[in-house]
């Protein structure tokens, strides 16, 4: 069963432009979430869908936006990228609770 | 909102015994999970309590008491790969969970 699929790797934009992230879960998995990482706030929820429909949302600005598509995969979009937004992007899928990870999407903003 | 306590680092030498633990505060907690994260990888499941008591899983195991919003991972008979970070999570409603700091654990010959 392949896992939790995440493109691009890594990317790097520059101050003010946008970015489209993609994730593909596991199969069968009607959940998927997003977290950034950064060394300074740690592991932090950025929404999870299912369904197609956003069920939570953390404390991000509403430049940070996602979606979810029929079959499952998702994608997250960051507008207007500031430099602080530099950070691991990863996206997990679930079924029963336990969430598998992909491998992340690493943007850095300069 | 939520918030979780878990030391920053721990050093152990192989063989050892390491706990980590972790106090939360949380409104509509579901259950606590225990993730590993080796440096540059994502982070890996280890377990889930969602009531008291102690979880085995091979040589790590997790221990929950809800009523003092308090946790533990046990990481028992210490090999050098267990080098990793570790993060205590609360799971609440929508499969959210907020995540502690880590506790990076460093295994020594």
């Known amino acids: 069963k392949a896992g939790v699929t995440q493109t691009p790797r890594y990317l790097i934009k520059t101050r003010g432009q946008q970015v489209t992230l993609s994730c593909s879960p596991i199969s069968g998995h009607r959940s998927v979430s997003w977290y950034q990482q950064t060394p300074g706030q740690g592991l932090q929820f950025l929404f999870e869908?299912?369904?197609?429909?956003?069920?939570n949302k953390g404390n991000f600005p509403g430049r940070f936006s996602g979606r979810q598509f029929s079959n499952s995969r998702s994608e997250m979009n960051v507008s207007t990228l500031e430099l602080g937004d530099s950070a691991l992007y990863l996206c997990a899928s679930s079924a029963t609770g336990e969430l598998f990870f992909g491998e992340g999407s690493r943007l850095t903003v300069l | 909102g939520q918030s979780l306590e878990q030391p920053s680092e721990v050093t152990a030498v192989e063989g050892a015994i390491v706990q980590i633990n972790c106090t939360y505060q949380t409104s509509g907690f579901y259950g606590l999970s225990w993730y590993q994260q080796h440096d540059g990888g994502a982070p890996t499941f280890l377990s889930y309590n969602a009531l008291d008591g102690l979880e085995e899983t091979g040589r790590f195991s997790s221990f929950l008491s809800r009523s003092d919003s308090y946790g533990y991972l046990l990481l028992q008979e210490l090999q050098m790969k267990d080098s990793a970070s570790y993060f205590c999570?609360?799971?609440?409603?929508?499969?959210?969970?907020?995540f502690g700091g880590g506790t990076r654990v460093l295994v020594k010959p």
């Open positions: 869908y299912f369904s197609e429909t956003q069920r």
């Open positions: 999570a609360v799971q609440t409603a929508g499969n959210k969970l907020t």
